[in-house]
């Protein structure tokens, strides 16, 4: 089991840039493959993007592609997400998750560890 604590989240204007970090414990961390989700208040959790085990495979929402970069740190046991050219439609809770497996997954389903969240705000 991995746990997950995320951090970075905060207020930015439109066009601006913020940095997720996401600090995992747990001895499985280097075999697990790691997603970020976005939810806001009332719908689904979206998924935002993966990465591999090892970071060489990435994925992303088409809402994001071009604009966000996922990233790990296995060293650290960490994974991060730069947003940049942030839009209003941004805003929402953002959720680190960790997969009991080496490759990316875009589904809910596929994930098996949560953090908490942190909520990321866009104004326009």
């Known amino acids: 089991q991995v746990q997950l604590v995320e951090s970075g989240g905060g207020l930015v204007q439109a066009g601006g840039s913020l940095r997720l970090s996401c600090a995992a414990s747990g001895r499985t961390f280097s075999s697990s493959a790691m997603g970020w989700f976005r939810q806001i208040p009332g719908k689904e959790r979206d998924f935002v993007a993966a990465i591999s085990r090892g970071g060489a495979a990435t994925v992303y929402a088409d809402s994001v592609k071009g604009r966000f970069a996922i990233s790990r740190d296995n060293a650290n046991n960490a994974v991060y997400l730069q947003m940049n050219s942030l839009k209003p439609e941004d805003t929402a809770v953002y959720y680190c998750?960790?997969?009991?497996?080496?490759?990316?997954?875009?589904?809910?389903?596929?994930?098996?560890?949560w953090g908490q969240g942190t909520q990321v705000t866009v104004s326009s």
């Open positions: 998750a960790g997969r009991r497996s080496p490759s990316t997954s875009k589904s809910l389903s596929g994930y098996d560890d």
